[in-house]
């Protein structure tokens, strides 16, 4: 049998974060299975809309392409990846992180008119933009009173 610390704000933050709605994509307190508190994170995003295409914008300063994964499959835009750490051997002491690090994901359901095999994504200092084109527009057919 293996003691587990109890640690009473734990409760608190586990109760806080299932009846609170997630205020923004910003850091949240996670349980772990082994009663540890670890911090979830997911980046920020803008989602808007032209006549020709939805965008969104995701913030993910200080990571490399290869290290972010976007997916599309059954209506829902998944953008997924992970922010590493940089550790190096030095000297060097650090008196406040405010950057989190760790896996992320992200999911945006998509409406029906789109051009799924069309969606392209570039990324630019630091921001990832994904395109997601919209389809034609079908015109009702007129049917004439005989």
């Known amino acids: 049998m293996s003691l ?28 772990e299975g082994d009663g540890g508190v670890t911090f979830e994170w997911s980046p920020s ?33 998944t953008i997924q990846g992970e922010r590493k750490q940089h550790k190096e051997e030095t000297n060097e002491k650090y008196h406040r992180v405010e950057n989190y690090y760790g896996s992320f994901n992200r999911s945006f359901s998509l409406p029906d008119n789109i051009k799924a095999d069309a969606i392209r994504c570039e990324s630019k200092d630091g921001v990832l933009s994904v395109h997601i084109p919209k389809a034609e527009q079908k015109k009702p057919k007129e049917i004439t009173i005989q």
Do not use: C, Q
């Not at 009473?8 to 850091?27: I, K, T």
């Open 45 to 77: 995003a803008d989602i808007s809309e032209t006549e020709k295409e939805y965008l969104v914008r995701a913030d993910l300063p200080g990571m490399k392409k290869e290290d972010v994964k976007v997916t599309f499959g059954d209506g829902v835009l």
């Open 4 to 31: 587990i610390r109890w640690d009473p704000f734990a409760d608190v933050e586990n109760l806080f974060n299932r009846m609170m709605p997630r205020l923004g994509h910003g850091p949240r307190l996670a349980m």
